[in-house]
T-cell receptor, first 111, second 113 residues
């Protein structure tokens, strides 16, 4: 049974560019959440998608946007990249809010 | 604001010694509580969770945690650690009607031979 799959695993972008990260949830899960983990910090909640709509959002600017597809997979888009956006981006899927499974993450480096 | 405090940023211990990683949260409403482990360059793996019922929760790899509502704590313990337990440990909570996990800053556990 495949867990949560994220792609790509690593990414290097230039300041001002745009990036799209992808997540396939664990089989049977219908909810996808995204987290940003800066170096040496705990993950910070970006937003959660359920039934193709954003259900809850954390304290992130509008440059961060997302989408959920009918097959429950999800994308995280970040526009106008800043150096401070460099982080590990984690996707978590769940069927209920107390059963989160995390992917291995995408390491984004902005130069 | 909701917050989770992990009182120790780094905990060094010798192999086969007991360990306790401390976690406190700020909330006056119902909570779900979690401990996750993160190995270098990897995602988060769930160790254990408290949703309701018995306040002593047993997880994977011999870890356990006790929910103390009066002290708003959820400390993680293991009676005898192995070298392979070296990793970063995160305490997290879901509070009230929220959908999001709120994480602490993590505790780096280093097990020395």
């Amino acid at each position: 049974d495949a867990g949560v799959t994220q792609s790509p695993t690593h990414l290097i972008k230039t300041r001002g560019q745009q990036v799209t990260l992808r997540c396939s949830p664990k089989s049977g899960h219908d909810t996808v959440s995204w987290y940003q983990q800066a170096l040496g910090q705990g993950p910070q909640f970006i937003f959660q998608y359920y039934e193709e709509e954003e259900r809850q959002r954390g304290n992130f600017p509008d440059r961060f946007s997302g989408h959920q597809f009918p097959n429950y997979s999800s994308e995280l888009n970040v526009n106008a990249l800043l150096l401070g956006d460099s982080a590990l981006y984690l996707c978590a899927s769940s069927l209920r809010r107390h059963g989160y499974t995390f992917g291995s993450g995408t390491r984004l480096t902005v130069v | 604001a909701q917050s989770v405090t992990q009182l120790d940023s780094q905990v060094p211990v010798f192999e086969e010694a007991p360990v306790e990683l401390r976690c406190n949260y700020s909330s006056s409403v119902s909570v779900y509580l979690f401990w996750y482990v993160q190995y270098p360059n990897q995602g988060l793996q769930l160790l254990l969770k408290y949703l309701s019922g018995s306040t002593l929760v047993k997880g994977i790899n011999g870890f356990e945690a006790e929910f103390n509502k009066s002290q708003t704590s959820f400390h993680l313990r293991k009676p005898s650690v192995h070298i392979s337990d070296t990793a970063e440990y995160f305490c997290a909570v879901i509070m009230g009607g929220s959908e999001k996990l709120v994480f602490g800053k993590g505790t780096k556990l280093t097990v020395n031979p």
